[in-house]
């Protein structure tokens, strides 16, 4: 089995695992629940197994590198750390409800990667601006920082659900976590996914330096991830300087994540020194 194969399988894990907690949450029973964390954990290590099968096939193909360089194989890291980051959620706080939002982002990630046309899957060689140590630091902290992002995204989206449920204690949408716990869960991947990105902006403009002899230059990329920090500072001082909740930091929690998604999607249709990684295999 190639490592494509073996990632496109877990493709549908990931989506099994979203409709157990799914089930779990609308009929209110463990079980579904339970099923839904053994096919989450199963969904993880088979994404990493299939990363480090690919890592393997590269180095067989006389071309090793790691598994970081091209939108498929970001994808499937992408996905990777929503579903490590979820199960700690999950470890942490004793909820699955959570995973009945976290893991369709997962799948929708490696679904993207895996059956869009357009996105090769193929193991070629790495251009020269690529063959550099700092590649690794730089696509490993901004996906953890969009990781983070994409979950705080998804409990906003809970929040406001949550919001529209009415009065009724018994109600579908009141099952979900308090609008208390889902403020600071928010403000809490915000923060974590926030130290990330900075860290990730910082390795690539270390990288940018080494590769084109400048640390800035405005590319759209770079232009895009800015914009997005920013977002996402902003959201940071409003919590903290004005005291700023619930639904105003879950909207800009929603904002931010539609800025991560154009980053990391919308910049690749436009010229730049990053548009070698839009589909290329």
Not at 33 to 38: D, H, R, S, Y
Not at 96 to 107: D, E, Q, W, Y
């Amino acid at each position: 089995m190639t490592s494509s194969q073996l990632l496109s399988i877990i493709t549908f894990v990931y989506a099994a695992a979203g409709f157990a907690y799914l089930a779990g949450w609308i009929f209110k029973k463990d079980l579904p629940g339970k099923i839904g964390t053994g096919l989450a954990v199963a969904a993880v290590v088979g994404n990493l197994g299939g990363i480090l099968l690919r890592w393997r096939e590269s180095y067989a193909l006389g071309i090793g590198h790691a598994p970081l360089s091209n939108l498929y194989e970001s994808l499937v890291f992408f996905a990777l750390t929503i579903g490590l980051l979820y199960l700690y959620l999950e470890y942490r706080y004793h909820n699955r409800t959570i995973g009945a939002f976290a893991m369709p982002l997962a799948f929708l990630a490696m679904a993207y990667a895996s059956l869009t046309p357009i996105i090769s899957d193929r193991i070629q060689p790495l251009v020269p601006v690529l063959k550099s140590n700092w590649l690794i630091a730089h696509v490993m902290a901004c996906f953890i920082g969009y990781a983070a992002f994409a979950i705080a995204f998804g409990v906003s989206i809970m929040y406001f659900f949550r919001g529209s449920g009415g009065a009724q204690p018994d109600s579908l949408l009141q099952r979900l976590p308090s609008d208390k716990i889902l403020d600071e869960l928010t403000h809490q991947l915000v923060m974590f996914g926030f130290l990330w990105l900075t860290a990730g902006i910082i390795t690539g403009a270390v990288w940018a330096n080494s590769a084109w002899g400048r640390y800035w230059g405005w590319d759209p990329k770079e232009t895009w991830s800015l914009i997005t920090w920013l977002i996402y500072a902003a959201l940071l001082h409003f919590r903290l300087m004005r005291g700023w909740r619930g639904k105003r930091i879950a909207m800009l929690s929603v904002v931010g994540f539609m800025a991560v998604l154009f980053t990391y999607f919308g910049v690749n249709l436009l010229p730049g020194l990053h548009s070698y990684g839009s589909f290329g295999g």
